[in-house]
């Protein structure tokens, strides 16, 4: 079984502040992991993704999210808001690119970027 | 390349109608997931088809199927629909054996 625990509902920061986003994973396997925005109105849009590759992830809009298999933890952080980046994030879990290949996600949180 | 393709992109329906909603995944791609999200559950898995086969199946009741087309366009169908099932409906493809998914827009379902 596979789970996520997103930490908080909303996080609000200041513009030109860090974003930092937790997320905790369960998985009985190695796991790929995924962050997802979704602005309103819209879909999910990938933002990085942890394949078991490099520990540490770039994605678009300047994120990055680190890998801690220690922890069970892959959080997504970005150096300086802005207030476009005020959207919800959803962290995600899937075990496998084959026959179980279901994404399963976190609640989301929302992100307030305060000018 | 264009994108996950969902129509319509908001319906309003009736208690007791049914709804099918269509998606067109990215061309090349042969996978095509559907998720429900909505306020109080989040994001939950509907189901998954491969190549016109459901590969995977969410906790849904059975009022909720889907089938695919050999041209990897999929639809999902409600019947009998409840005020619950209002909610923004996904879809999702993926390549065979690529690990992300890229996202429609989705249909806003309201049921009133």
């Known amino acids: 079984a596979q789970s996520v625990t997103q930490l908080g509902s909303h996080v609000s920061v200041s513009e030109g502040a860090l974003v930092l986003l937790r997320c905790n994973y369960s998985?009985?396997?190695?796991?790929?992991l995924f962050w997802y925005v979704q602005y309103p109105n819209q879909g999910l849009q990938l933002l990085l993704k942890?394949?078991?590759?490099?520990?540490l992830v770039k994605g678009i809009n300047g994120f990055e999210a680190e890998f801690k298999k220690s922890e069970t933890s892959f959080h997504l952080t970005k150096p300086s808001a802005h207030m476009s980046d005020a959207a919800e994030y959803f962290c995600?879990?899937?075990?496998?690119?084959?026959?179980?290949?279901?994404?399963?996600f976190g609640k989301g949180i929302t992100l307030s970027v305060r000018p | 390349k264009a994108g996950v393709t969902q129509t319509p992109r908001y319906l309003i329906k009736t208690r007791g109608q049914q709804v099918t909603l269509s998606c067109s995944p990215i061309s090349g791609h042969r996978s095509v997931s559907w998720y429900q999200q909505t306020p109080g559950q989040g994001l939950q898995f509907l189901f998954e088809y491969f190549s016109e086969t459901q590969r995977n199946k969410g906790n849904f009741p059975g009022r909720f199927s889907g089938r695919q087309f050999s041209n990897s366009r999929s639809e999902m169908n409600v019947s009998t629909l409840e005020l619950g099932d209002s909610a923004l409906y996904l879809c999702a493809s993926s390549p065979w054996g690529n690990t992300e998914a890229f996202f429609g827009q989705g249909t806003r379902l309201t049921v009133v």
């Open positions: 998985s009985s396997v190695p796991p790929y």
């Open positions: 942890y394949t078991s590759a490099a520990t």
């Open positions: 995600a879990v899937k075990n496998d690119t084959g026959a179980n290949s279901k994404l399963t």
